[in-house]
C-alpha cells in the first residue's frame, strides 16, 4: 500500500480552507492507503502563541481530526511533538538545506512581514522541520492545499540531494491536491488565501460555526456588480471562489453550477452555497462536542499513536544517522 502523510497546526479551529484542501482528501484516503496524520505542534511554535492557549489548541485540533472522520483504527493520528524523532530528524535536515533556497520561500516572507517582532529562525527554517516529517515516513503522497507546493518542492530538492550525497535513503514524495479546493479564499478579500489568522471573522468560515452563521457569513461574501453566476477566477474571483467550495462539497462541475444559477439573482447562489457547507460541517460539529467530552480516549489515542509513529520513524531516522556518521549508541 503507497503510503499518505499530512500534517496541520494547531493555531485554531480548522477553516473551510484547511477541510477542503486537506483534511477531507485525509479522510477519504484512508480507505485506500497507509495514512500517517499529525497536529504540526512544533511548526506552531514558529508563531507566539500563549502557552496554555497552545495546549488546549493542540488537544482541540486532534479532537478536530477525528471529528472529521479520521478514525485512529484505519490511520495512524498523533502529535508531532510526541514523536522525538521529528526534532532531531529536523536538526540533520536543517544542515541539508541552504540559506539561499530557505530565503526563496514564499511563506517565510509572508509571514516575516507579518509579523516583523518575531522573525525567529524557526520561521525560516520550517520547510526543513517540514521536509523531516515527510522524510521520516517515506510517503509516497502528501496531500495538502496549494499553498504547500512550494514546501513540497523543496522537500524533493533536499531529499535528492541527501540520496545523491548519501546515497540512496528517501522516497520523492508527491503532493496530492484535490480537484476543487485547493486553494480557498477569503469571504472578504476573495484574491487573499481564506486563513485561521485572518483578523476578520467574516472573512473566514471555521468548521465549528454553526448553520446560522454560516449562512450569515455566505450572505455578505464579497461579489461583484454583475449578478450572473460565472466561473472566471481573473474577473470575478468572489463568484468563482463561492463556485469552487459549491464544487468541491457537491462535486457538481462549473458548468452544472452556472446552469444551476442562470437567471437566478446572487441571494439564491449564497444560499445554496451556505447551506451545502452548513449540511456538510453539522455532524463534525457534533462528533467534536462529544470527543472532547471524553479527555481519557482522547489521551489514550495520542498515546497509541505516539508510540507507532516513533517506532516507524526511528528507523529512517537510524538510517539517516547511520549514512551521515553519526556514531549509533550501542
Ligand atoms: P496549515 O496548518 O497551515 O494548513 C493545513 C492544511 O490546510 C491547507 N490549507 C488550505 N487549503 C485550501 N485553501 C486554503 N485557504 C487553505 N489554508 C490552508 C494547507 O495547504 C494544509 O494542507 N506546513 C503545514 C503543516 C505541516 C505539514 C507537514 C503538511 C507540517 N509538516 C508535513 C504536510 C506534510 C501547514 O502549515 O499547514
Given at each position: 500500500k503507497k503510503i499518505i502523510l499530512s500534517g496541520i497546526q494547531p493555531t485554531g479551529v480548522f477553516t473551510l480552507g484547511n477541510y477542503l484542501g486537506a483534511v477531507r482528501s485525509w479522510k477519504q484516503m484512508q480507505e485506500d492507503y497507509n495514512c500517517y496524520y499529525f497536529i504540526a505542534d512544533l511548526h506552531s511554535m514558529t508563531i507566539h502563541i500563549d502557552p496554555q492557549k497552545r495546549r488546549q489548541q493542540t488537544r482541540e485540533a486532534f479532537a478536530l481530526l477525528l471529528a472529521c472522520g479520521i478514525d485512529p483504527e484505519k490511520s495512524l493520528v498523533f502529535?508531532?511533538?510526541?514523536?522525538?524523532c521529528h526534532a532531531e530528524m529536523g536538526w540533520i535536515m536543517d544542515c541539508c538545506s541552504q540559506f539561499g533556497e530557505l530565503s526563496r520561500m514564499t511563506q517565510f516572507k509572508d509571514k516575516s512581514a507579518k509579523h516583523p517582532d518575531n522573525i525567529n529562525a524557526g520561521l525560516f527554517t520550517y520547510p526543513a522541520l517540514m521536509a523531516g516529517d515527510i522524510l521520516l515516513y517515506q510517503a509516497d503522497y502528501v496531500p495538502v492545499g496549494a499553498d504547500q507546493t512550494q514546501h513540497l518542492e523543496f522537500t524533493r530538492d533536499v531529499a535528492t540531494r541527501f540520496n545523491h550525497t548519501y546515497g540512496e535513503v528517501f522516497k520523492l514524495p508527491e503532493g496530492y491536491f484535490p480537484k476543487a479546493g485547493a486553494r480557498v479564499m477569503s469571504l472578504?478579500?476573495?484574491?487573499?488565501k481564506m486563513s485561521?489568522?485572518?483578523?476578520?471573522?467574516?472573512a473566514t468560515i471555521s468548521i465549528l460555526d454553526d448553520e446560522k452563521t454560516i449562512l450569515k457569513k455566505f450572505k455578505s461574501a464579497v461579489t461583484d456588480s454583475e449578478a450572473c453566476v460565472r466561473f472566471?477566477?481573473?474577473?470575478k474571483p468572489g463568484v468563482s471562489n463561492l463556485m469552487t467550495i459549491y464544487s468541491a462539497i457537491t462535486g457538481k462541475t462549473m458548468e452544472e453550477i452556472e446552469a444551476e444559477f442562470a437567471g437566478k439573482g446572487y441571494g439564491d447562489f449564497k444560499a445554496a452555497v451556505g447551506q451545502s457547507v452548513a449540511d456538510e460541517l453539522r455532524p463534525i460539529r457534533e462528533n467534536f462536542a462529544r470527543l472532547m467530552e471524553d479527555r481519557a480516549y482522547l489521551e489514550e489515542e495520542m498515546r497509541k499513536g505516539a508510540e507507532r509513529a516513533t517506532y516507524i520513524a526511528n528507523k529512517t531516522l537510524t538510517k539517516v544517522k547511520k549514512r551521515v556518521g553519526l556514531l549509533l549508541e550501542k
Open positions: 502529535v508531532q511533538s510526541h514523536n522525538k472578504q478579500d476573495p484574491t487573499s485561521k489568522s485572518d483578523t476578520n471573522p467574516k472566471d477566477p481573473e474577473a
